[in-house]
């Protein structure tokens, strides 16, 4: 499927700061600014800046740094939330207000008349003021679907201009939420963005699935931070729109391991080695048949290029390795051995248990077998994985 154009939203320091026991610093928050920026995301979610005198500093100094991306605040459906938000010079505010009846009848103590006069004042108080508005339902998708069109269609005569489909609690499916989108799409005209959360999992392939029904744009963090188990990453997202739905490839994906260890840095959360594009793992291959035939083809088990992202893939030396694997990490580095002894060390590594051999320790391991080594230059060492004519995923 392709898809002509698909907005990406930043949300790291809003949503991402949400994420239980994060709280970026200010310098932390303009450099994560400039590198999303520099990535390439159309719009930068720079915080809530009704919330703290700390908060509203921040996105003022992101608001007046001269990014490309245009830059939102996050509102209440209160006209004292916009004021702020005027103050920040943002060029979008966010509102939102949870249309779900359980929600209008216990926290709000509201009926949908009066929420909507609210709603659509906020709408029009903040388009007076020469803002751009999306309107979200929180809970949008647990919300009466008629609830939410007849909000809809009353924002859209107060002029918003995008509406928000939130998975707030993370409970849809793929299939689920293409036809909430669908639906919302049909009745309303309206362009929609989707904030999918990722409590099963899925926050990715809803927000897929939510572009292929009509949905234009996608809320994300670095890392998929956010509340709970966070929202959709902004890496896979980004890596999937451009590879699986032929969107053009204007994002700079060589940012991308420097954005996410800048980020987890900042947030005290490590990135898991099986994360998707920026993980330890994401390119380095393991078991024997699988290594024998990358050293072919590395499209036999590769569908993202290692280059792509401005990395280099590897093979992995534990008991799961064949023999090409030891042979490659022999020649990368400048080692001959007999065969004897190349089957010797091929046993040892095969009786590996919970590890795995780096360079050094391979060297190290060669070396107490043999006593003595013929080594080419050191320029050899850390090459990357078919440096020859395989350096290129198709």
Not at 14 to 36: D, H, M
Not at 215 to 243: K, S, W, Y
Not at 247 to 269: C, G, Y
């Amino acid at each position: 499927m392709v898809v002509a154009s698909v907005q990406l939203l930043d949300s790291t320091l809003r949503e991402g700061e949400q994420t239980p026991g994060v709280n970026f610093s200010l310098k932390e928050k303009l450099e994560i600014a400039t590198l999303v920026d520099q990535f390439g995301v159309d719009i930068i979610e720079a915080g809530h800046p009704a919330i703290s005198p700390q908060i509203k500093r921040a996105v003022q100094r992101i608001s007046r740094a001269g990014h490309q991306a245009q830059i939102l605040a996050h509102c209440r459906a209160i006209r004292a939330d916009i004021d702020v938000a005027i103050d920040c010079d943002v060029d979008w505010v966010g509102i939102f207000f949870c249309l779900r009846n359980e929600a209008l009848e216990d926290r709000y103590r509201k009926d949908l008349g009066q929420a909507l006069a609210l709603i659509t004042d906020v709408v029009e108080y903040a388009k007076a003021h020469g803002l751009k508005v999306r309107y979200t339902p929180e809970d949008t998708v647990r919300s009466p679907i008629d609830n939410v069109v007849k909000v809809a269609l009353a924002c859209k005569a107060a002029g918003v201009d995008r509406i928000g489909v939130a998975d707030t609690v993370g409970v849809m499916t793929p299939l689920r939420m293409y036809q909430f989108v669908h639906l919302l799409r049909e009745r309303t005209g309206l362009e929609l963005n989707v904030h999918c959360h990722n409590d099963l999992g899925m926050a990715v392939a809803n927000s897929l699935t939510a572009v292929e029904a009509g949905a234009r744009l996608i809320d994300t963090t670095v890392n998929g931070l956010g509340e709970r188990t966070g929202i959709a990453p902004l890496a896979e997202t980004a890596m999937a729109l451009a590879l699986r739905y032929g969107m053009e490839n204007r994002w700079e994906f060589p940012l991308l391991p420097q954005l996410s260890e800048v980020v987890a840095r900042a947030s005290r959360i490590p990135i898991p080695a099986q994360a998707p594009v920026v993980g330890r793992n994401a390119f380095t291959h393991n078991a024997g048949l699988h290594v024998s035939a990358v050293l072919i083809d590395p499209s036999h088990y590769e569908s993202i290029p290692a280059e792509l992202v401005g990395r280099t893939r590897d093979v992995a030396l534990d008991k799961m390795a064949g023999r090409p694997t030891l042979t490659y990490r022999l020649d990368r580095l400048g080692v001959h051995v007999s065969e004897e002894l190349f089957e010797e060390v091929f046993m040892r590594i095969k009786a590996l248990r919970k590890s795995q051999l780096d360079d050094r320790q391979l060297l190290s391991l060669v070396t107490k077998l043999s006593g003595g080594l013929s080594i080419l230059p050191k320029t050899a060492v850390g090459a990357p994985l078919g440096a020859d004519e395989k350096t290129t995923a198709p």
